[in-house]
């Protein structure tokens, strides 16, 4: 039996232990953040209430107290958790998160392949739609963000399916739980009150469901909510509505336009791009072939409200629709099943060349995923981590010239703290020929000069130093291919350790 065989067999009996090895896989490598706000407005808030920073290096959004605490209290109980164990790495401690996020993802797809086939009668196996959910390229690297789109979205698909699972039953206290998952949804990203909106209309007027089950999953949405407002309050030190706060910016004032403009295709042509024209065309079909043809199905109604207003609003951002994510094999799959039915697409499947262009696709896809869960979000983690792990010196003295500091990455103001060991002191000088032998006047400091170009030199002393690299962006072997002195051109951080 060969090794395809093999995997085939062992995907198709145990999917979620298969989707949980690739999403370990992945959440181990996809170090750092993808965006910025997975960052500065999570970790380095749990990291102000660690006492580890000041609120003058935080994003702007915390004077304005327009952000939800919840995410940023949850990355400060698990930093406190290891710290009752001495476990303060705080790589290790965010990989954790990366590994909790995907447990809640595992859930949610768990929970939403039983809710799905329970509504819509799909005739594509059970383990061909886990396979959409865990082997789509793009999916396991999104799913294990430490972020408030994929917590949203978790969080909201386990309510819609909890809910779709207990619609006709008499356990209603499933349905207090649903609505608690969906308000918790709305608290990671306010963004999600329009899906939650829609769930609750198609409650209404498509299932017409008891006035009971309506109450209890508005009551569960108000309990989150109330839970969201007293962890505001242990963030910001004072009674807020932050969503509120979070509204009136962005709608009311609209200064969310001040942030860009984009026309009303923008997310129709980066989903085109970004997923790869092949997998976006699917993606995009699908979507709008569900909407159509499905106008009752519960997706219909989750989704079209959420796109909606997101077309509507001037600034767009590709991760504004990632809530929907969870959805979106969902799409795939209805769409396949229908279309499969139509007699001119059955000949269309049986024929040798659409049949090569689709084994062409399973094979860019498996390549697109293997390198998506091997690749880390943030370039720039290495460099921190190197920075942290130097040992033997009771402090690191980082030496840069001008304006750059690899810590200052947002703004002026705005830092990275988190990934930054207390012992680690800053020096900017104007020049390198300001380098001069009288910096190094304290044995028990290891002296850095970090530099934002490449430098092919492993060795070199100037101004009576000697400089030793021992970290670049690039790992050593990509050397061997810089043809016509590519890297030379390239702005990547490289560290010398500096000795008399």
């Known amino acids: 039996?060969?090794?395809?065989?093999?995997?085939?067999?062992?995907?198709?009996?145990?999917?979620?232990?298969?989707?949980?090895?690739?999403?370990?896989?992945?959440?181990?490598?996809?170090?750092?953040?993808?965006?910025?706000?997975?960052?500065?407005?999570?970790?380095?808030?749990?990291?102000?209430?660690?006492?580890?920073?000041?609120?003058?290096?935080?994003?702007?959004?915390?004077?304005?107290?327009?952000?939800?605490?919840?995410q940023a209290f949850i990355a400060f109980a698990v930093v406190k958790f290891f710290h009752f164990f001495s476990i303060s790495n705080p790589f290790l401690i965010a990989g954790m998160l990366r590994i909790i996020s995907l447990i809640l993802v595992l859930i949610a797809i768990k929970l939403m392949v039983r809710a799905i086939n329970k509504v819509s009668e799909i005739n594509i196996s059970t383990e061909i739609l886990y396979g959409f959910f865990i082997l789509t390229w793009f999916f396991p690297y999104n799913f294990v963000r430490f972020s408030s789109e994929n917590w949203s979205g978790a969080f909201f698909a386990m309510g819609m399916a909890l809910y779709l699972l207990n619609i006709s039953g008499k356990k209603s206290r499933m349905i207090l739980v649903a609505g608690i998952l969906c308000g918790f949804s709305f608290v990671f990203r306010y963004q999600t009150a329009f899906m939650i909106g829609g769930l609750g209309l198609w409650m209404i007027f498509i299932a017409k469901d008891k006035l009971k089950n309506i109450f209890l999953f508005a009551l569960g949405n108000m309990i989150a909510i109330l839970i969201g407002i007293i962890i505001d309050r242990w963030l910001y030190g004072n009674w807020v509505l932050s969503f509120w706060n979070y509204l009136d910016f962005n709608l009311i004032q609209d200064k969310v336009s001040e942030f860009g403009i984009l026309p009303w295709w923008f997310y129709f042509e980066v989903i085109f791009n970004k997923a790869t024209p092949p997998f976006g065309i699917l993606l995009i079909v699908s979507f709008l072939w569900v909407c159509i043809k499905f106008p009752k199905h519960v997706i219909t109604w989750v989704s079209i409200p959420f796109v909606l207003i997101h077309i509507i609003i001037g600034h767009k951002e590709l991760r504004f629709l990632y809530p929907l994510m969870l959805f979106v094999p969902v799409y795939i799959a209805l769409f396949i099943d229908n279309i499969s039915k139509n007699k001119a697409f059955d000949m269309l499947f049986k024929n040798r060349y659409f049949k090569g262009f689709i084994s062409f696709l399973i094979a860019l896809n498996i390549m697109l995923l293997v390198l998506m869960c091997f690749k880390p979000a943030d370039e720039m983690i290495s460099f921190y981590n190197k920075l942290y792990n130097l040992s033997g010196y009771q402090k690191t003295e980082l030496i840069t010239i001008g304006s750059e500091n690899p810590y200052f990455r947002g703004g002026k103001n705005l830092a990275i703290t988190y990934y930054k060991k207390e012992n680690l002191n800053f020096r900017q000088l104007q020049s390198d020929t300001l380098l001069a032998n009288s910096l190094l006047t304290d044995n028990n400091t290891c002296y850095m000069y970090a530099v934002k170009k490449f430098d092919a030199r492993s060795k070199f002393e100037m101004n009576g130093m000697h400089f030793s690299k021992i970290y670049q962006t690039y790992p050593q072997w990509v050397e061997n291919f810089n043809f016509n002195n590519w890297m030379a051109r390239t702005k990547v951080w490289t560290i010398y350790e500096v000795k008399k």
């Open 1 to 70: 039996m060969s090794l395809i065989t093999n995997l085939k067999q062992s995907f198709f009996k145990y999917p979620l232990l298969f989707g949980g090895f690739i999403l370990f896989v992945t959440a181990i490598f996809s170090s750092g953040y993808d965006f910025a706000d997975e960052h500065f407005q999570i970790l380095e808030f749990a990291n102000y209430k660690l006492g580890n920073t000041t609120a003058s290096t935080l994003p702007w959004e915390f004077e304005a107290q327009m952000r939800p605490g919840l």
